[in-house]
Structures are given as C-alpha cells and as structure tokens.
C-alpha cells in the first residue's frame, strides 16, 4: 500500500492509519479505504484497509464484516467487467508488522485478479503465467503514474 510512511522507531506506528495516498485512492466505503497496490503485476491488485486501527480480525464487527463482503463484492464486478479477472485471490496476512518492535499491526486485505490468459491495458500486457497456482511473491510490476490513473479510472467505470 503506497501511503506516506511515518518514522518507524514511533511505538503507535501503523502503516493502516497513515493518510491514504490520494494517487492510489479507488473509492471508500463507510469502514473500508480501497487503494490500487503499487504492484501491478497481477492488473487491478488492491489493498482493503480497515478505516479504524483494528490489529486482528477477531476485533472486526460484524457490521464492518458485512459492510467488507459489499466491498467484496462490488470490487470483484468491477475488476472483471475492466479486464475481464477469471478469479480472485483474498489475503490477509499483516506479517510486516511483527518486523517492527513493538509490532502495531492493522487489519487489511490484499486483493490480486487472477487471469488464465494475457491482458493487454494502456501500452502494457500483464501476464499472469502462474493461473491457477500460487503466485510468486517475488514478481513486481510498478506503472508509471498515468498507468496507475487509467487503471484506476477504468475500475471506477464499473463501480
């Protein structure tokens, strides 16, 4: 997630309450920021982020639970309408906290589109050689920032 990073020494640090980077900004809904990742290499990968600090998933209402499964929901149509996503792949897994002293961790999701074949979008072809398997979290893909705007502007269409 591409925010503004506050000194990491602070003990209240957490990366899921800095402002939210308004050239990654998709759309919010009443708990949820959702944010185009600066990693592109499977097209439209996004983070959802809790708009409150939550540190697990146990301390998630229930009505930020169901407000998340609207969020669900309205991402993946709007993702496969643009680019034509065959699934998803949802994961929440806030290791990187636990990498800092005290860790502070903030409840988010990483959302990646899977596609069974090759994406031609703005110049570029996303290829996703790995459908269908694990992904490997070692391939990177950073767009320029008219890339990262006509992506965004493309899944707001279909919001």
């Known amino acids: 997630m591409r925010i503004k990073m506050a000194s990491a020494n602070k003990t209240n640090y957490c990366i899921g309450c800095q402002k939210v980077d308004d050239a ?72 990187d906290a636990y990498k800092n002293t005290p860790p502070n961790p903030h409840v988010h999701w990483h959302l990646r589109p899977r596609y069974n074949y090759p994406v031609k979008f703005s110049g570029i072809t996303f290829n996703d050689t790995e459908f269908a398997h694990h992904y490997t979290r070692t391939e990177h893909l950073t767009v320029s920032s008219k890339v990262r705007k006509e992506i965004i502007s493309e899944i707001k269409k279909y919001l």
């Not at 998709?26 to 920021?33: A, D, G, K, L, M």
């Not at 990968?45 to 969020?71: G, M, N």
């Not at 149509?77 to 065959?86: M, R």
């Open 24 to 95: 990654y900004f998709i759309f919010n809904s009443i708990y949820w920021n959702i944010l185009l990742s600066e990693d592109q290499h499977n097209l439209g990968r996004c983070i959802v982020s809790a708009k409150r600090h939550a540190p697990s998933l146990s301390e998630i209402t229930s009505e930020e639970l169901l407000d998340f499964h609207q969020v669900v929901k309205t991402l993946e149509s709007s993702i496969k309408k643009a680019f034509g996503a065959e699934m998803f792949n949802w994961g929440c897994l806030m290791n």
